[in-house]
Every structure is written in C-alpha cells, then in structure tokens.
C-alpha cells in the first residue's frame, strides 16, 4: 500500500502564494507521475499539473505561467508552488500518484485532499 499525505492548504488574498506539499510512502519499487489535481464546489475534478519522473512536466491552461510544480524523487515528495492566486483557484486540491510497490503493479493512489481558499 501507498500512503500520501499532504500539507500546505489555507487561506490567502487574492495575488498571494502557498506551497503544496505532498509526500508518498509505502513500499515504494518506482513513481511514473505525480500530480496535483483540484476539485472546486459543483465542478468536476480537474488536473492543475503532473510531474514525470524523468522531470517533464504538464499545466492546466488556467495555471500556465503562475503555478510550478516540482518533484524529489528520493523523498517521493511532489509540490506545487502557486503564485498569483486568484479567488477562481478555490478548491480542494488533490495529490496523485502513480507508483509501483513491491506487491503491485502501476497503481494510481490519491491523497485526502487540502483546502485551499483565495479570497478577493
């Protein structure tokens, strides 16, 4: 089993940042992605960003040039570095991973998810 657990939620004015921080444990053989994806009220769950375990990485539109993500592979730590938030970046964030473990092949696991609340 994969366990993450993520940190770094909260509230913020409109034009400020936070830091997502997630971490994944577990018998851990090899992590293909991680990624953040985001679930705002009566919306479905969208993708913000995913990060390659080669380094490559993918945006939403909506984040291009304000969001960052980052990976340490030997932690199986991901982060987001959001910047510029706006109110419409309200939402649950959630963390993603695809990983392999010694007793499984690729799986996806999600994490409990953390608020994130920008206000105007």
């Known amino acids: 089993q994969v366990q993450l657990v993520e940190s770094g939620g909260g509230l913020v004015q409109a034009g400020g940042s936070l830091r997502l921080s997630c971490t994944a444990s577990?018998?851990?053989?090899?992590?293909?992605?991680m990624g953040w994806y985001r679930q705002a009220p009566g919306k479905q769950r969208e993708l913000v960003a995913h990060?390659?375990?080669?380094?490559?990485?993918n945006y939403a539109d909506s984040v291009k040039g304000r969001f960052t993500i980052s990976g340490d592979n030997a932690k199986n730590t991901v982060y987001l570095q959001m910047s510029s938030l706006k109110p419409e970046d309200t939402a649950v964030y959630y963390c993603?991973?695809?990983?392999?473990?010694?007793?499984?092949?690729?799986?996806?696991?999600w994490g409990q998810g953390t608020q994130v609340t920008v206000s105007s």
């Open positions: 577990g018998s851990i053989l090899r992590t293909n992605f």
């Open positions: 993603n991973v695809v990983t392999s473990t010694v007793t499984t092949g690729v799986r996806s696991y």
């Open positions: 990060i390659t375990s080669g380094g490559g990485t």
